[in-house]
Nanobody
Framework: QVQLVESGGGLVQAGGSLRLSCAAS????????MGWYRQAPGKQRDWVAH???????KYADSVKGRFTISRDNAKNTAFLQMNSLKPEDTAVYYC?????????WGQGTQVTVSS
């Protein structure tokens, strides 16, 4: 079972940047897709972005042009660079990794954007 640990969350002013990391307990090369999701208080968990093993990426419209997802297979880590942050980006951000039909989740990291 893959363990995923997120880090890099925090409090930032609107317009600022944060870089989230997702460290895996084993090689992420075996994970077909790695993704980031977020959940704001009282709302459902929403997909933010994902990156395939071949490096291709896809983003939710709400973050396109501001967020960049990447993965470093050698470091067994995925990243989410978040720029031009807005108060509506405030949420707990979760990392996920898909292997076969099993999706693994991290415990989440809080991102708070003040206006």
């Amino acid at each position: 079972q893959v363990q995923l640990v997120e880090s890099g969350g925090g409090l930032v002013q609107a317009g600022g940047s944060l870089r989230l990391s997702c460290a895996a307990s084993e090689s992420i090369f075996s994970l077909n897709v790695m993704g980031w999701y977020r959940q704001a208080p009282g709302k459902q968990r929403d997909w933010v972005a994902h990156i395939n093993r071949d490096g291709s990426t896809k983003y939710a419209d709400s973050v396109k042009g501001r967020f960049t997802i990447s993965r470093d297979n050698a470091k067994n880590t995925a990243f989410l660079q978040m720029n031009s942050l807005k108060p509506e980006d405030t949420a707990v951000y979760y990392c996920s990794g898909l292997r076969g039909v099993t999706n693994y989740w991290g415990q989440g990291t809080q991102v708070t954007v003040s206006s």
